[in-house]
């Protein structure tokens, strides 16, 4: 029988009959029996029950985000500028009489005083001039009482017509400009003293002298103005910063609205920082701002002035330095994490409204102070800002919010920046 069942290609052997037989004492079922489909159809209602009672899924929970309420506070308008050290006074000796160089009388590099000997120029040509000088005074003064004598007795020999009226009068012309002969030669040995004095070439101020132009020996003159050292005061010192025109107008409209308080030319700190990025020990204080905007660069010079005990700060040397200019008391300070920026970079932060849904706003930052953003625009007092939470919802979304308390504030209080400023119009008074 199998063999005939192989022969029989592309022929299948035919379905077995829906019965039930005997085989091995076991009775087999096929599948179309009348109790396969009853079974068949009982789990197909059970299924169909079962899916009916599935319990529904639950409403999606509303996200909750940590808040801070905004307030306002005090912060200090800071502005970081380039520029350059400068002595406080600077003198430039030169000569002033013309000779041989004798000798030097300092060392170079050396602190000096006001009135301190530098050089000594040969002063034998001054002397012999002021000696001569002095001669001449001396003749004028004895041809001067011979002709005061003179007009005396022709006075009286002229009441009595003894003298002619004009011989009185050539002798009183007489007396009159051998006076004048005088005071001239006495003007004389008083400018042969003055040049004598020139041989003898003092320091003009206190401060730190520079190397020497010319040594014993040398031959120097007045007329050419023989620059022979310079002294220059470096306690305190002088600190050129340049601020670019609009800075200073943005800070000036700033005060004319109201927005900054500042602090006057008396009361402004500044901070410098070094050309290692060290900053300096000890605060400067503003000097002036100055009227004219240069036409090639577009900017301003601010002048400060620093204490310079351990004379840190030479002259010419680079620095930068951080103003003070006045405070913005309507500012508010918020955590780093609560600003976020958006692809044009413009910074941006998530409000909660009234309804408690987000909505996002666009801030004005004024840099960073405290690792806090100082927000100069873009938030009011009581405002809630996201400070956490903030990366699971979307503007208009409702949320949940946990207060976190009000945002930082800064150390100087609005009084205190009252005050400065109250401070800086009585200095100000003051020095008027």
């Known amino acids: 029988m199998f063999k005939g069942l192989v022969s029989q290609r592309g022929h299948r052997p035919a379905a077995p009959q829906a019965n039930m037989t005997r085989h091995s004492g076991i009775h087999a079922i096929t599948p179309g029996t009348p109790i396969i489909r009853a079974v068949a159809v009982l789990c197909a209602t059970i299924g169909?029950?079962?899916?009916?009672?599935?319990?529904?899924?639950?409403?999606?929970?509303?996200?909750?985000?940590?808040?801070?309420?905004?307030?306002?506070?005090?912060?200090?308008?800071?502005?970081?500028?380039?520029?350059?050290?400068?002595?406080?006074?600077?003198?430039?000796v030169q000569a002033r009489a013309t000779g041989i160089v004798l000798k030097r009388t300092f060392?170079?590099?050396?602190?000096?005083?006001?009135?301190?000997?530098?050089?000594?120029?040969?002063?034998?040509?001054?002397?012999?001039?002021?000696?001569?000088?002095?001669?001449?005074?001396?003749?004028?003064?004895?041809?001067?009482?011979?002709?005061?004598a003179q007009a005396d007795r022709y006075k009286v020999l002229v009441a009595a017509n003894a003298v002619s009226k004009q011989d009185y009068d050539n002798a009183v012309a007489s007396a009159g400009e051998a006076q004048a002969d005088v005071q001239a030669d006495a003007a004389s040995v008083e400018t042969a003293k003055i040049n004598l004095s020139y041989t003898n070439v003092y320091s003009p101020i206190s401060g730190r002298i520079g190397k020497s132009s010319v040594t014993p020996g040398a031959?120097?003159?007045?007329?050419?103005?023989?620059?022979?050292?310079?002294?220059?005061?470096?306690d305190p010192v002088y600190v050129d910063l340049t601020q670019s025109s609009v800075d200073g107008l943005k800070l000036r409209r700033a005060a004319a609205e109201g927005k900054v308080t500042l602090t006057g030319p008396h009361a402004a700190k500044v901070q410098l920082i070094l050309e290692d990025g060290q900053p300096y020990q000890g605060d400067g204080h503003l000097?002036?701002?100055?009227?004219?905007?240069?036409?090639?660069?577009?900017?301003?010079?601010?002048?400060?002035?620093?204490?310079?005990?351990?004379?840190?700060?030479?002259?010419?040397?680079?620095?930068?330095?951080?103003?003070?200019?006045?405070?913005?008391?309507?500012?508010?300070l918020l955590p780093e994490a609560a600003v976020a920026h958006d692809q044009k970079g413009n910074a941006t932060a998530l409000v909660v409204?009234?309804?408690?849904?987000?909505?996002?706003?666009?801030?004005?930052?004024?840099?960073?102070?405290?690792?806090?953003?100082?927000?100069?625009?873009?938030?009011?007092?009581?405002?809630?800002?996201?400070?956490?939470?903030?990366?699971?919802v979307q503007p208009g979304e409702t949320v949940k919010t946990v207060d976190q308390g009000a945002t930082p504030t800064s150390t100087v209080a609005p009084a205190t920046a009252s005050n400065s400023a109250s401070a800086a119009v009585a200095a100000s008074a003051g020095a008027v």
């Open 353 to 392: 409204n009234a309804q408690n849904q987000i909505e996002s706003r666009q801030l004005t930052t004024g840099g960073v102070k405290n690792d806090n953003w100082v927000i100069e625009k873009g938030l009011e007092a009581g405002d809630r800002v996201v400070i956490s939470g903030g990366m699971k």
């Open 287 to 332: 000097e002036f701002s100055d009227v004219t905007v240069d036409q090639t660069t577009g900017s301003v010079t601010v002048r400060a002035t620093f204490d310079n005990p351990q004379n840190v700060l030479l002259p010419g040397m680079y620095v930068r330095a951080r103003i003070d200019e006045g405070y913005n008391e309507q500012a508010v």
């Open 48 to 92: 169909l029950a079962a899916c009916s009672d599935k319990p529904q899924a639950p409403a999606a929970a509303t996200p909750e985000v940590n808040v801070m309420r905004v307030q306002t506070t005090a912060v200090p308008v800071s502005v970081e500028l380039p520029g350059r050290v400068s002595a406080h006074l600077v003198a430039e």
């Open 107 to 148: 060392v170079e590099g050396s602190q000096v005083k006001a009135g301190q000997l530098l050089y000594q120029i040969d002063p034998a040509p001054y002397q012999a001039t002021l000696d001569n000088a002095v001669a001449t005074l001396a003749k004028a003064r004895a041809t001067l009482i011979a002709a005061q």
């Open 219 to 234: 031959y120097v003159q007045s007329s050419g103005a023989t620059e022979l050292a310079t002294v220059q005061q470096l």
